[in-house]
């Protein structure tokens, strides 16, 4: 009886990670992406398609407009843009450098802990994509963006799928 629980369990992680690469292989994207940016020119091609964006202003700034508003973001802010959202007119000082995490719109979305963490977020976001952390909330932001970058990295970890799901989750948590 053991021996075939386990078989189930064996197919059904089996089919958790090809879920997971079958998503990769669509957009032939990482599910999660981090950098260090000094402009644009590292982004990955349709970023504001494929990936929400979240950015810590490291040095310099950035200007861009959105919802038809300009915005610029100075060293020690934080950026965060929902997928799909038009973003434009970007641009960056020439000491502009900045940690970037891209993480795929559909894992970032299918994961909130509740609605009112959702609701928030989007709500947020829409008048304001850019927070001004003070110095322990930018450890914090920096910390999670590792975390779940690290844990994305972890493919051949049996429970893959579940872990990075809950990792997501805490993401969203310390995040707001």
Not at 42 to 61: A, M, R, S, V, W
Not at 70 to 93: H, M, R, T, Y
Request: proline residues 3%; aromatic residues 12%; charged residues 20%.
């Amino acid at each position: 009886m053991l021996q075939i629980v386990q078989q189930k369990c064996h197919i059904l992680l089996i089919l958790a990670l090809e879920a997971i690469w079958t998503e990769m292989c669509k957009t032939g994207k990482p599910l999660i992406t981090l950098l260090k940016a000094s402009g644009s020119e590292e982004f990955p091609n349709d970023f504001q398609k494929i990936y929400h964006t979240h950015i810590y202003c490291l040095q310099g700034n950035t200007r861009f407009i959105f919802n038809d508003r300009p915005f610029e973001c100075k060293q020690g802010d934080f950026i965060f843009w929902l997928a799909d959202n038009a973003v434009s007119g970007l641009s960056f000082s020439k000491n502009f450098k900045a940690t970037i995490l891209f993480v795929d719109k559909q894992l970032l979305s299918d994961n909130f802990p509740n609605l009112n963490t959702a609701t928030d977020a989007i709500i947020h976001h829409r008048v304001n994509p850019i927070l001004h952390p003070d110095k322990i909330n930018k450890e914090r932001i920096l910390k999670n963006f590792q975390s779940l970058y690290s844990k994305s990295l972890e493919a051949n970890n049996r429970f893959y799928d579940e872990i990075l799901k809950l990792q997501m989750q805490l993401f969203i948590l310390e995040m707001w």
